[in-house]
């Protein structure tokens, strides 16, 4: 696994893959939900069905799905899917996002992003260590570079909360009921529906690089949370 600081890029797998929007499971910490915005070649939402979050969970395409929550091993994370291979040829980056319930980036603890795999090996890992008053997160983007993608570490925070997503990117529309905070409303939960034949292998467990079990991730059943989520390695660690 590649452990990549702010502004840094590693290549991934034109493959399905599931991202963990995570923190540290601790009492009281602020909840963070996950969103991708799929960007056409001006940076843009195209639609507003190009925003996968709670409300919206999945993309027309099939390319794209929020697949709910997950905890273990001290850690607690949303989760994306995405199929690379399905993205649409005129989608040009895949910005995955977070924002918070109540609270500031800088109230959540050990907030990162990893991108994991189809069969639960870990790919790529950021973790956020400058968060203060945001509402609103860009954690990292996957984008397309000779051929293949790539991943980026963004760590780009809004105070203005998802209304500053929304400006800078579209989608305006989607983001229904916004709080003070600027959290949208949560609508249906996306695991309604998904039952575990739709939600592709199930990963078997493995080491990470430094030879801990490694929790992958989730297992989604219909209107069950998923498993446990990937715990961080220490910035330290081999990759």
């Excluded at 203060?132 to 760590?155: C, H, K, N, P, S």
């Excluded at 039952?195 to 801990?212: Q, S």
């Amino acid at each position: 696994m590649t452990h990549i600081a702010k502004g840094a890029n590693a290549p991934v797998p034109t493959a399905p893959l599931r991202i963990a929007v995570g923190r540290r499971q601790v009492p009281g910490a602020p909840l963070v939900e996950a969103a991708a915005l799929l960007l056409d070649a001006a940076g843009a939402v195209r639609r507003d069905a190009d925003l996968v979050f709670r409300g919206l969970p999945a993309h027309p395409s099939g390319a794209l799905r929020h697949l709910g929550t997950g905890d273990g091993d001290g850690q607690v994370a949303e989760w994306l899917e995405l199929d690379l291979p399905r993205v649409e040829a005129n989608v040009r980056r895949i910005l995955i996002a977070g924002y918070c319930d109540g609270a500031a980036f800088g109230a959540v603890p050990g907030l990162y992003a990893q991108v994991v795999a189809a069969d639960g090996s870990p790919v790529t890992h950021y973790d956020v260590t400058d968060a203060a008053t945001e509402t609103a997160f860009v954690l990292g983007e996957f984008y397309r570079r000779d051929g293949g993608w790539r991943f980026r570490a963004v760590g780009q925070g809004y105070d203005t909360g998802v209304a500053g997503l929304a400006r800078d990117f579209g989608g305006g529309a989607a983001w229904t009921a916004p709080g003070p905070n600027g959290r949208p409303a949560s609508g249906p939960t996306p695991l309604d529906g998904v039952t575990k034949a739709t939600a592709g292998p199930i990963p078997e467990a493995g080491p990470d690089g430094t030879g801990k079990p490694f929790p992958h991730a989730p297992v989604v059943a219909s209107k069950a949370i998923p498993g446990p989520v990937p715990a961080p390695v220490p910035a330290g660690a081999p990759p």
